[in-house]
């Protein structure tokens, strides 16, 4: 396993901050945080910006280097906060070294969970995964196999209030900040939504906002559709309409049944999903006008 | 112009037959194409099948060489009659020497129509296009320098049927087959629709079924979506619900404005819509079900 | 697990036989097979066809059900001979239940081996997979999560033949009748590849030819490419110049580095080599030419 | 043609400046240039920026608006020296209302020419075209409905230094600063080369590095590769050894002969032709290490 752990050593030792910032557009925005970061002795390592000119808003993600700054994550607010206040920013300050905790909810379907655990374990999705619920016990041996906690909590109509307590409880206890919905096939209370703003990151299996909702493999079929899609998105309170972060499609033809269109689908949510988390816990995604811009 | 020329006479000097089968499925019908064609000297040249077990279908496209075979466009359908009656076969012969009539209907947007008009000249299109109808004189230009007639019809709310009556007059008098709307901006009457059944195909700006309707691409932008695409179909009563022929999409990214989608997206309109123009006149395309079938 | 054995029992529960021909091209080939089928009650599930004119051949791939059938896996060389060489023809016959038997080489890159591994569980794959060879020991508990019999064969320049003889016996003992070498970073001897001849299927990690040879994600990143690739080929006795099964593509661009190139690499590969098999165990390919038919 | 003329007039109607920046990387550039401009009122449009570690390199491109800023495209070079020389840098300033002016030489595939003209014409490109030239008449009808003066200059194994000379005449009579060529077949001297440096966009219809040199769709049809590709790259004294600025590719399969891959090319040519050259025209590509950065 030397390769592996060679990979992962790497990736925690890094030590940077990834600065988001979102505010209305004005001159001197750029030359403002460039100069506080240089003033700071802090390498910038990568830098993207975005102006959306209708909506007169700016967007920016800094990744700098802490070693030798003279500003750390803990005393960064109070050196930035007279630049953050002059432009009326919304900020966030993120560290290499905090690792996003995703906790990974999956019905029967295992192969977004297989690809996710793989990727973990390769070093090339760098967070934490505490544990995996599902309402199924399909999944538990993959959980055991590479070594992540997993609870099956069932889920009928009856209990759907109390099986989300005992998640949230569970996500509390393993501070979670991230919830991927690998294949979940439960529709989550509009509670449980509010709860984890922006945290909760699901795989649709269509090209949204085509064929919303339940069934969409059999739908595009029955459309006689030339390809298929699959799409991550923030989980918000209407169902597929949160922002999107990723999609991709692929092409079918008239020989694919159902059958081969869920097995090619297979291949895009894997791929659509992983980008999309890598994404979120690389701190490489601004949220806007329930868009999403990724500085990638 | 020697190789342009030599294109389009090598077009023409082919001399085969293309038949279309559709019929319920059971053993023996392909046995019973190929002995008949075997029987009368006739070559096959490309033969494809599909079956759709769902629906105990069976649709055939073989296409054979008449140059010595026993059996002659006008001749077949007495011959072949025997075996369709026994397979209750639906069934078209088409010959390549009788090439397609195609009209062109455009509004101010010319890609389309420029890419049609050369790829007609240049011989990838083997079919004749006696006429463009527009309802704006911004191609007229076009059409003179490609040396086709060129109709100016203006529609408005007030006299659409008389402006589609003149339509249909122009279309009966060209001996027109096939319809391409290449971005016609205007909504065809029932009426025009049911007198042409799957002969007018249509380009809409947008991976149906997602933004059926008015600006797709605003609407995409709005969206937040990842992609955009671009969808050839036949016109049916309808709109936007017509069998699907051919789509494609191509990536976007947050830098893109409503501006950009349009003009990443008429790449894809020009290559959506002549493959869909292709595969009609070259007589790939089988209809059942709302969907196509393209043996390509 | 009720749903992967579902799936499996549905593979195997398939009685048919696949019929691949080549042989020179003339009239009633097909009429002489499909003839041949219907009066033996075969039903055909499937047919396709190729002619390549420039060489006079004619490829063909027939499914058809054994079910019913007055012919059988056994009598059928009997029956059919008479038509396989009034034609001259090149054919083999197999049968669905008949599982191809896989063995998988692998050093330490186990990306490819873990999703061979899940698409086989989960009946994508529907062959078996009598035993896992390495060259290190990485991947040893994948084979044992998977419950597949793994060997650990070192191998270096001192010990090849001998390493390879270890290697025959174990493809001797346990039947195998195709070689995967999924990341498999030793050359095989010509001895090797003489001995499985088109039995032997390679994932190359770039878009050949480009790129032949060792380490080709570092040179397409030295020579400035836009989309790196990845080919699952044919293993011949040169290098990297096997028939080609299938290829993709994704996109790049200059902020990635190498270890970018690596990492979206790994996605591609996974999926070219997973077709490629999939396409062999299905007996969907034909070979002439140092070329593939994929009949898809 | 009121739609043509308002894109025309919005596209000249900016008046930015772009500034391309290469040097060593080190702290403190962002912040240098992102002030120097805010001193000067200068509103950053947008920013982009790469560094690659391996050559310690640092690229910049920074559009800003030249309205109301207290720095002109003239007086420019005096204010910025001192930063320039205080690290070093390689920089280039651009203004938005100094359209760049391209000739068009081709051949007698005319695909990419009309591409070009069309796009040109519609907007999409804005730049100046003051000439055709071309070894062949076919395309002198196009060159004329356009409005584009058109040269035929004959190339012979024996004239070819001639020929050069008077096309040199020609660029510098027409002040050409970008030569594309758009299916143009004949090999260019050092010479020409020389004169020229990072001036000269070619068209390769290849995915190169695969299939260098003459007759590519040949040698892929021969290879058998699954798909076909395109390469746009600014031209240098080793053939087909430039730095690539975009690629792109399109999926063949087994019924595709060479003149199928040849059509199927056509539209990828096209496409990766012209975003090379708008790319290059909007000054959004820094080159180093034979490598092109995009700032797309």
């Given at each position: 396993m030397a390769v592996l752990r060679f990979k992962a050593a790497r990736a925690t030792m890094k030590n940077t901050a990834t600065l988001l910032v979102t505010c209305p557009?004005?001159?001197?925005i750029v030359a403002s945080i460039a100069d506080f970061l240089y003033r700071h002795d802090a390498n910038i390592l990568h830098a993207d910006q975005h102006q959306d000119a209708e909506n007169n808003l700016f967007l920016m993600r800094v990744e700098f280097d802490?070693?030798?700054?003279?500003?750390?994550l803990d005393n960064f607010p109070g050196h930035f906060s007279s630049i953050a206040d002059q432009f009326s920013m919304n900020w966030e300050l993120k560290g290499s070294q905090r690792r996003a905790r995703m906790a990974i909810m999956v019905s029967q379907y295992d192969h977004c969970l297989v690809d996710l655990l793989h990727r973990h374990q390769s070093g090339e999705l760098d967070c934490d995964i505490p544990l995996i619920i599902s309402?199924?016990?399909?999944t538990e041996h993959l959980a055991r196999f590479y070594g992540i906690p997993f609870f099956h909590i069932e889920v009928s109509r009856d209990n759907k209030a109390e099986a989300e307590a005992r998640q949230f409880a569970l996500f509390d206890e393993h501070q979670v900040d991230l919830i991927v919905l690998?294949?979940?096939m439960q529709i989550l209370s509009p509670d449980f939504v509010k709860r984890y703003p922006h945290r909760i990151i699901n795989i649709h299996?269509?090209?949204?906002?085509?064929?919303?909702?339940?069934r969409p493999y059999h739908r595009a079929f029955e459309r006689g559709v030339k390809l298929i899609g699959a799409t991550s998105h923030y989980v918000t309170e209407?169902?597929?309409?949160?922002?999107?972060i990723e999609q991709d499609i692929t092409r079918i033809s008239h020989r694919d049944q159902v059958e081969d269109l869920i097995q090619k689908g297979r291949d895009l949510e894997r791929v659509v999903l992983s980008r999309a988390v890598r994404w979120h816990i690389e701190n490489r995604i601004l949220l806007y006008a329930n868009k999403t811009v990724i500085f990638d």
């Amino acid at each position: 396993m030397a390769v592996l752990r060679f990979k992962a050593a790497r990736a925690t030792m890094k030590n940077t901050a990834t600065l988001l910032v979102t505010c209305p557009d004005r001159k001197g925005i750029v030359a403002s945080i460039a100069d506080f970061l240089y003033r700071h002795d802090a390498n910038i390592l990568h830098a993207d910006q975005h102006q959306d000119a209708e909506n007169n808003l700016f967007l920016m993600r800094v990744e700098f280097d802490l070693e030798g700054a003279k500003v750390t994550l803990d005393n960064f607010p109070g050196h930035f906060s007279s630049i953050a206040d002059q432009f009326s920013m919304n900020w966030e300050l993120k560290g290499s070294q905090r690792r996003a905790r995703m906790a990974i909810m999956v019905s029967q379907y295992d192969h977004c969970l297989v690809d996710l655990l793989h990727r973990h374990q390769s070093g090339e999705l760098d967070c934490d995964i505490p544990l995996i619920i599902s309402n199924h016990r399909d999944t538990e041996h993959l959980a055991r196999f590479y070594g992540i906690p997993f609870f099956h909590i069932e889920v009928s109509r009856d209990n759907k209030a109390e099986a989300e307590a005992r998640q949230f409880a569970l996500f509390d206890e393993h501070q979670v900040d991230l919830i991927v919905l690998a294949r979940y096939m439960q529709i989550l209370s509009p509670d449980f939504v509010k709860r984890y703003p922006h945290r909760i990151i699901n795989i649709h299996h269509s090209f949204l906002p085509a064929f919303i909702g339940a069934r969409p493999y059999h739908r595009a079929f029955e459309r006689g559709v030339k390809l298929i899609g699959a799409t991550s998105h923030y989980v918000t309170e209407v169902l597929d309409e949160g922002p999107i972060i990723e999609q991709d499609i692929t092409r079918i033809s008239h020989r694919d049944q159902v059958e081969d269109l869920i097995q090619k689908g297979r291949d895009l949510e894997r791929v659509v999903l992983s980008r999309a988390v890598r994404w979120h816990i690389e701190n490489r995604i601004l949220l806007y006008a329930n868009k999403t811009v990724i500085f990638d």
